[in-house]
Every structure is written in C-alpha cells, then in structure tokens.
Nanobody, 119 residues
C-alpha cells in the first residue's frame, strides 16, 4: 500500500484546510486508516482514525468538533477536513494505514504534508 498525502499549506488561525490521502497499489485493501501529526520539536501524535467501512471514527480530544475524517473507498482516498485551525495545529500531517483498526503501529505511512497556521 502506497500512501500519498496532500493538501497542506499556510492558513490563518480560524481558517480551514482539507487534507487528502490517496492509496495506490492495492488501494487501502480493507485497512483502517488515519492521520498523525508531528509538530517541530515534538513527537508524532495521533489525530484521527477511521475503519474501512467508516463504522468507527476516533479523534484526539484537542481536535474534536473541529476536524472531520472521512473516506471514499471507490476513490481509494481518505480526507481530513480541518476547521477553526489554531496555531497549535501547525505540524507535518501523515496518513497511515493498517489492518489493526487501533493503528497503534501502522504498517503503512504517507510522506507527510505540512500545515502551518499563523496567528
């Protein structure tokens, strides 16, 4: 599974961005997928996850109510709609996939896309 994240950029606080993660090769292959992020000088952290059929969705507390994860398996693409962005959301965002829906140690990773939120 090859993952390609895109959609990052520079946005002012309060603005919105939508990230995309396209899976090539065998597509998502029935795997759960999700988003992680790594801010400068910090460890990578979980942001959101969605199961293959979308029946289970999780978010880290700090993005609940602002971020929405979704997927279109016909397009082999997962999305992260980010609203009300805050400077603390600045990070490189990575998409990941694995057959373990907990995504504790995802096997597949995208290359990351940078999101910068200015105050």
């Amino acid at each position: 599974v090859l993952l390609q994240a895109s959609g990052g950029g520079l946005v002012q606080a309060g603005g919105s961005l939508t990230l995309s993660c396209e899976a090539s090769g065998r597509g998502f292959n029935g795997y759960a997928s999700g988003w992680f992020r790594q801010a400068p000088g910090k460890e990578r952290e979980f942001v959101s996850a969605i199961t293959w059929r979308g029946s289970s969705i999780r978010y880290r507390d700090s993005v609940k109510g602002r971020f929405t994860v979704s997927r279109d398996n016909t397009k082999n693409t997962m999305y992260l709609q980010m609203n009300s962005l805050e400077p603390e959301d600045t990070a490189v965002y990575y998409c990941a996939a694995d057959n373990d829906p907990r995504l504790l140690r995802p096997r597949y990773w995208g290359q990351g896309t940078l999101v910068t939120v200015s105050s």
